[in-house]
Nanobody
Framework: QVQLVESGGGLVQTGGSLRLSCAAS?????MGWYRQAPGKQRELVAT???????NYANSVKGRFTISRDNAKHAVYLQMNILKPEDTAVYYC???????????WGQGTQVTVSS
């Protein structure tokens, strides 16, 4: 059974930083992070392919950096210059193929206070 275990969320002040980690129980071609704020739909934050190519939401470009360690089946999200609008539950996602929905982690709360 596939497992994605996230860690690293928490409470931080505006302008602060957090680093999220996600450890998968298997290898995946595409790994990424999504987030869901209260009353809003889940949205893409960033993805990274096994070849290192990345994709970011416009709202986080220049502030967030996604990376992965293929040997550890892990993906990371370094979040800098955090804003209150970044407050959400962040979910790790892992896909075998781009067109498939993939697997989800349990989510980790990120709260940015103003």
């Amino acid at each position: 059974q596939v497992q994605l275990v996230e860690s690293g969320g928490g409470l931080v002040q505006t302008g602060g930083s957090l680093r999220l980690s996600c450890a998968a129980s298997a290898s995946f071609v595409i790994m990424g992070w999504y987030r869901q704020a209260p009353g809003k739909q889940r949205e893409l934050v960033a993805t990274i392919s096994s070849d290192g190519s990345t994709n970011y939401a416009n709202s986080v470009k220049g502030r967030f950096t996604i990376s992965r360690d293929n040997a550890k089946h892990a993906v990371y999200l370094q979040m800098n210059i955090l804003k209150p609008e970044d407050t959400a539950v962040y979910y790790c996602n892992a896909k075998v193929l781009p067109a498939l929905p993939g697997y989800w982690g349990q989510g980790t709360q990120v709260t940015v206070s103003s």
